[in-house]
């Protein structure tokens, strides 16, 4: 017995290979979050300052979310194209026009106000997308490609 139709074409839907961390997270699991990002990072590639660097610019996005983005949001990581991605989203009423385009350093005596620029500032790109049904911040970093070194004579 023979099947008259064609087989039906196959559509590849392209699934992130790399993802390293997919999380809901809330107040309560903040810390242990961060710690996740820290080993997953450094298993990616990065180290040193770069690793604090990205460490903290995420801490920063995930407290914002506990914050002001309505108690709790969601993480994802993950590597694409020699980039580590980080994308934090969460669902409060979103971020103003004029705090998004304010792109100068809080005062130091600001208790506040510290978070998207300091992850502006410590990823090599950061894009926001909000609104009111919630914010969507995605940060990335170099991953440095790995390079042998001959041995000295």
């Known amino acids: 017995m023979t099947n008259a139709e064609p087989p039906a074409p196959r559509t590849v839907v392209p699934i992130e290979p790399s993802l390293l961390v997919a999380e809901a997270f809330n107040q309560a699991q903040v810390t242990e ?7 997953c990072a450094h298993e990616a590639g990065l180290a040193g300052q770069q690793l604090d660097d990205f460490v903290l610019a995420v801490n920063e996005l995930i407290t914002n979310a506990v914050r002001h983005g309505g108690g709790q949001g969601r993480l994802r990581l993950w590597r694409l194209a020699g980039e580590l991605v980080c994308e934090v989203a969460d ?11 304010d792109r100068a350093r ?16 410590l990823s090599d790109t950061m ?27």
């Open 106 to 121: 809080p005062a130091p005596d600001t208790a506040g106000g510290w978070g998207l620029w300091l992850a502006r500032e």
């Open 91 to 101: 669902h409060g009423h979103g971020i103003s026009a004029q705090r998004l385009s």
């Open 127 to 153: 894009a926001v997308e909000t609104g009111e049904a919630g914010t969507i911040v995605r940060i990335t970093t170099a991953l440095a490609a790995h390079v042998t070194h001959p041995a000295d004579g």
């Open 33 to 39: 979050l961060r710690h996740s990002v820290t080993s």
